[in-house]
T-cell receptor, first 109, second 113 residues
Framework: AQRVTQPEKLLSVFKGAPVELKCNYS??????LFWYVQYSRQRLQLLLR??SRESIKGFTADLNKGETSFHLKKPFAQEEDSAMYYC???????????FGKGTTLSVSS | DVKVTQSSRYLVKRTGEKVFLECVQD?????MFWYRQDPGLGLRLIYF???????EKGDIPEGYSVSREKKERFSLILESASTNQTSMYLC????????????FGSGTRLTVV
């Protein structure tokens, strides 16, 4: 079965500290993985996709097929990074994105 | 700049009412989706559609139906609203294939009393 697990409901860090939001997935094939972010009172938006290998707002994520993980990282957290983050998996064609339960990131000064 | 529009931001309906949630996208996307978002449960897929007049059940279709008569519009219908359907409903659209991300609407907060 396809599944996405985000083990932390809430992650609280201080400004300038490193951040790692964990995401593990279960899928037998080669998945497409995404991170979405929802800032307060804003719509859910795509943050990054693993196939792009890009860095958005200082965030990066590396797909580790051996550990079936796609953790989101940022070396120095900013207060404006406070938001809800969802990891999502796209499996076989004809199926929709499967989302994790989300992690709330709180960055304080 | 808005690309996926959900007709209502807030709705309050009574138990037993038939409720229509509308979603329109202007990006000519083939795929459209309805999710509900609940604290601690994340996003759960209700229905999706890969083409006009096509629909597929998601993980929690019970109590819901959908309609897609035109490519740009995807409607979610609650046949007889119940209090456990109180939730945030999110509509999304995407290009075909698995590599593309979704564009989401701003959501409809539905309260059933």
């Amino acid at each position: 079965a396809q599944r996405v697990t985000q083990p932390e409901k809430l992650l609280s860090v201080f400004k300038g500290a490193p951040v790692e939001l964990k995401c593990n997935y279960s899928y037998s094939g080669s998945p497409e993985l995404f991170w979405y972010v929802q800032y307060s009172r804003q719509r859910l938006q795509l943050l990054l996709r693993h196939i792009s290998r890009e860095s958005i707002k200082g965030f990066t994520a590396d797909l580790n097929k051996g550990e079936t993980s796609f953790h989101l990282k940022k070396p120095f957290a900013q207060e404006e990074d406070s938001a809800m983050y969802y990891c999502a998996l796209s499996g076989q064609a004809g199926t929709a994105l499967i989302f994790g339960k989300g992690t709330t990131l709180s960055v304080s000064s | 700049d808005v690309k996926v529009t959900q007709s209502s931001r807030y709705l309050v309906k009574r138990t037993g009412e038939k409720v229509f949630l509308e979603c329109v996208q202007d990006m000519d996307h083939e795929n459209m989706f309805w999710y509900r978002q609940d604290p601690g449960l994340g996003l759960r897929l209700i229905y999706f559609s890969y083409d006009v007049k096509m629909k597929e059940k998601g993980d929690i279709p019970e109590g819901y139906s959908v309609s897609r008569e035109k490519k740009e519009r995807f409607s979610l219908i609650l046949e007889s609203a119940s209090t456990n359907q109180t939730s945030m409903y999110l509509c999304a659209s995407s290009l075909p294939g698995t590599a593309y991300g979704y564009t989401f609407g701003s959501g409809t907060r539905l309260t059933v009393v």
